[in-house]
Each structure stands twice: as C-alpha cells, then as structure tokens.
T-cell receptor, first 114, second 114 residues
Framework: KQEVTQIPAALSVPEGENLVLNCSFT??????LQWFRQDPGKGLTSLLL?????REQTSGRLNASLDKSSGRSTLYIAASQPGDSATYLC?????????????FGAGTQVVVTP | SAVISQKPSRDICQRGTSLTIQCQVD?????MFWYRQQPGQSLTLIAT?????????ESGFVIDKFPISRPNLTFSTLTVSNMSPEDSSIYLC???????????FGEGSRLTVL
C-alpha cells in the first residue's frame, strides 16, 4: 500500500528565504505526483503536476523535482512571501490505483513572516 | 484548470440528520470524485461518480452512508446520511481536467455535526 510522508510537518521562515518542502513515497510505481496548496478551511489549489517520466516541473517561483527510484519529491519556493503561508500537500497516483485516487501526505504547514 | 462550485460552503448539522452537498463543474467531465478531509487529517477518496452508472466506493465507505447522484456530466451530489460528530469534515469534489491524471478540487464543504 502506498504511503506518502511529508517532512517537516511545519515550517516558519522570514520573508525572502527559499522554502524547501519534502515528500517521500514508498512505492515507486506511480503515474504522477501532484503538489497542492491549501489555505485554512479551503479547498486545494493545484500547483504542479509531475508525470512519472519527468524529473522536474517549474512554474514561476515554484520548482518541483521527482526522483521516482528513491521515492522522493521536493518542492522549492524561491524568495518566499507572506502570501505563501499555507499548507502544502503532495499526492501521488499509483499505477495500481483507480483513476482519480490520490494518496495524500499529511502536509507541511508553512508560515512566512514579514 | 477547472471551475468547481460546491454548496453549501459550510454548515452546522444536528446528529442523526442528513445533508446533501452539491458540486457543479464549468464543463463536462466523465468522472467526478468525492474526497473527505477529517480534522487534522489528509484527504481520502470516498467514491468516484460516473454519469449513468452507480458510484464506485472505496474501502470503508458505503452507499447507504454516502449516497451519490450524477444526473449529468457537470453535476453531482454527495449526501452524508444519519450524521454523527465523526462525520465532521471538509468534503471536496474533484475532477480530472486538461492533462491526464491532474486533479482539480472545489472549495470544499465544511460540515460540523453537533
């Protein structure tokens, strides 16, 4: 059974610092990995999708890497801003799971202080 | 991306009652997915809703407790039946759009059961 772990559980940084969020998964047979942002009491906003054949994806200040063989993904957020404060979730879709079924990590709660 | 609207956004319910959550998508999709996020937990897939057929439920979720309707390709409802405080959660509707395997989520419906 796929298990997804996110470390650290919480992170506080001053504005301007780079953020590094880690995600690990136990089964490398994945279809893709997706990073989300969740604001308190809200739904999820898709940030980046990495297909299993890709090693990284970039969008603006965000960059996500994927090392499928070692079961790891890292989300980098450059030059953090207070508006980046949120919980970041990673989720994987395993090749053995049904369509639309993602296994989520517990998330990393990020606070960026002005 | 996709525009996914959910109603209600939040509600406070009494034990033993039922509540229906609506999900409207801005364009036709084959499958719609319902997820649950219990307090302090990550997301778990409840079921997949296909138009014209019965929903497919994940292990631990049953139709009597979470009946789902899918009357057309842009709309679905999830009912939480005979609610108990353990049902207090955020319920999220999700669809796959644009790129294969990329999920988009609605804003969620936060239910509190007293």
């Amino acid at each position: 059974k796929q298990e997804v772990t996110q470390i650290p559980a919480a992170l506080s940084v001053p504005e301007g610092e780079n953020l590094v969020l880690n995600c690990s998964f136990t089964d490398s047979a994945i279809y893709n990995l997706q990073w989300f942002r969740q604001d308190p009491g809200k739904g999820l906003t898709s940030l980046l999708l990495i297909q299993s054949s890709q090693r990284e994806q970039t969008s603006g200040r965000l960059n996500a890497s994927l090392d499928k063989s070692s079961g790891r993904s890292t989300l980098y957020i450059a030059a953090s801003q207070p508006g980046d404060s949120a919980t970041y979730l990673c989720a994987v879709r395993s090749t053995t799971d049904s369509w639309g079924k993602l296994q989520f990590g517990a998330g990393t709660q990020v606070v960026v202080t002005p | 991306s996709a525009v996914i609207s959910q109603k209600p956004s939040r509600d406070i319910c009494q034990r033993g009652t039922s509540l229906t959550i609506q999900c409207q998508v801005d364009s036709q999709v084959t499958m719609m997915f319902w997820y649950r996020q219990q307090p302090g937990q990550s997301l778990t897939l409840i079921a997949t809703a296909n138009q014209g057929s019965e929903a497919t439920y994940e292990s631990g979720f049953v139709i009597d407790k979470f009946p789902i309707s899918r009357p057309n390709l842009t709309f679905s409802t999830l009912t939480v039946s005979n609610m108990s405080p353990e049902d207090s959660s955020i319920y999220l509707c999700s669809v796959e759009r644009d790129r294969p395997g990329e999920l988009f989520f609605g804003e969620g419906s936060r239910l509190t059961v007293l």
